[in-house]
């Protein structure tokens, strides 16, 4: 509806119509009410990791460190180093993605919660062909030696990948002519993309200087865009095989005490059910491997977490390529998952395993607990009927002392009923002590027991 064919509405902007706010493209967001809390940042979350973009052909040097202990201004420091960046700000740094350009290379920079990763992208040389057998590609590094054996971390993984051109048409003779690369190591490789737009051949093996070998070759009109997108993709989806597989050496560790852990939990059972042991010893044992589970869980449950979320970033890498299989070649994707698979069922089960056992250990210390709280219950009855016995006797005992205390307090009052008729009888009355004190006694134990019993009623009263 019109706000203007409404009777009586008329739609007023604030202030005079010569004040009206400008409607510019530039100044459109001063219409709009206060940004929440972080929107901003939030917002270009998408742009803060772009692709670097990579003509071919290309070398791309690639090393992943885990940054436990690392600061940013470590990392920082080491990227001055460079040739031409003594004045590179700290601030450039904070924004965790940073790529500096030099004459003939680039080097990026990507700080993520465990590791950081640098990648330094220059040209191929011109002598080296996909016909080239095991070529040196590190000769020829823009970057000094030295500046990358002094990075700071500790090495997750290194890749040299040469992106080159090649006639995809042949998908098999092309991956032929690259086997010279990798020499008498067996590779693995696919046709990248639905339109085959590349093709990526490695071997995944770790040679002696700490680097892996993959090859890349895209038909002469891949564009650097794609290149990089293929690059970014594939170096991503080995680093993630690697962080994934980091919780299987602590999940192996785990198995022994596990195991140990078991068989005593259910020697406890044992003892439990068949009153074997004291509960004090049940309950000290039960103690002690709960410290241990929980010690375990607390020390491994972030690294088995860790697991589970770069095995699924596998996963998307590995969909995201959208592999074709050459005739007689494993793709990278389903080699990676044949030998991923099982590392990562290990890594799951003993998780589990160790939830489990902290489960069962917990239902134990429950039983226990409860036979403890029955036992003591018995105990408790035991005691009650000792003190209603207890009790039932002390009020027997005291209905004794009150029958004697009337008797010696009738005896006290008599005596001197005695002795005041004896001082009346010398004083010259006609009074006779023995038969007055003799007519008073039952009027004294009546006079007596009355008062008693007034007094325990007031007692009684006030309780």
Request: glycine share 6%.
């Amino acid at each position: 509806m019109n706000p203007s064919n409404v009777p009586g509405a008329e739609l007023r902007l604030p202030g005079k119509a010569e004040d009206a706010p400008d409607s510019s493209p530039g100044n459109l967001l001063r219409l709009l009410p206060d940004d929440a809390a972080q929107r901003e940042i939030v917002h270009n979350e998408v742009h803060a990791r772009p692709t670097v973009a990579i003509p071919l052909p290309s070398l791309v040097v690639y090393i992943a460190l885990l940054n436990e202990n690392v600061t940013r201004d470590q990392e920082w420091l080491h990227l001055r180093l460079l040739p031409g960046l003594g004045e590179l700000e700290v601030e450039r740094l904070s924004g965790n993605f940073l790529s500096l350009h030099f004459d003939g290379f680039s080097v990026t920079w990507e700080r993520h919660t465990e590791f950081t990763r640098y990648t330094i992208v220059q040209p191929l040389a011109q002598s080296v062909s996909l016909a080239a057998s095991a070529p040196d590609l590190m000769s020829a590094l823009r970057v000094a030696p030295e500046w990358l054996r002094a990075l700071p971390g500790q090495t997750i993984a290194a890749m040299k990948l040469a992106f080159l051109h090649g006639d995809l048409t042949n998908p098999a003779g092309c991956l032929e002519q690259s086997l010279a690369w990798f020499g008498e190591h067996p590779v693995v490789a696919s046709v990248m993309g639905a339109s085959g737009h590349s093709l990526v051949v490695t071997d995944l093996t770790l040679r002696p200087s700490g680097f892996e070998h993959m090859l890349v070759v895209a038909s002469p009109e891949t564009s650097t865009a794609r290149a990089g997108r293929v690059t970014r993709r594939v170096l991503e989806l080995e680093t993630y095989r690697i962080l994934s597989l980091r919780g299987l050496s602590a999940a192996k560790n785990l198995w022994p005490m596990l195991s140990e852990a078991d068989g005593t939990l259910t020697d406890v059972m044992a003892r439990l059910e068949n009153k074997l042991t004291s509960d004090q010893d049940l309950l000290d044992t039960l103690v002690a491997m709960a410290a241990r589970v929980e010690r375990a869980t607390t020390e491994h449950e972030y690294c088995f977490s860790a697991t589970s979320a770069y095995h699924a970033l596998v996963l998307q890498r590995s969909a995201e390529l959208r592999e074709q299989a050459i005739p007689g070649t494993q793709t990278l994707g389903n080699f990676m998952q044949r030998r991923l698979a099982p590392a990562i069922a290990t890594v799951v089960a003993t998780e589990q395993r160790l939830a489990s056992l902290s489960e069962r250990v917990t239902r134990a210390s429950a039983l226990l607990r409860t036979r403890v709280d029955i036992a003591a219950e018995a105990q408790n009855q035991q005691l009650l009927e000792k003190l209603t016995r207890g009790q039932a006797l002390q009020l027997r005992l005291q209905a004794t002392v009150e029958g004697l205390s009337i008797a010696a307090i009738s005896y006290y009052v008599v005596s001197l009923l005695f002795y005041g008729a004896k001082s009346l009888e010398a004083a010259g009355a006609a009074i006779n002590p023995e038969i007055a004190v003799g007519v008073s006694i039952p009027l004294v134990l009546a006079a007596v027991w009355w008062v008693t019993r007034r007094i325990h009623r007031k007692l009684r009263s006030g309780l």
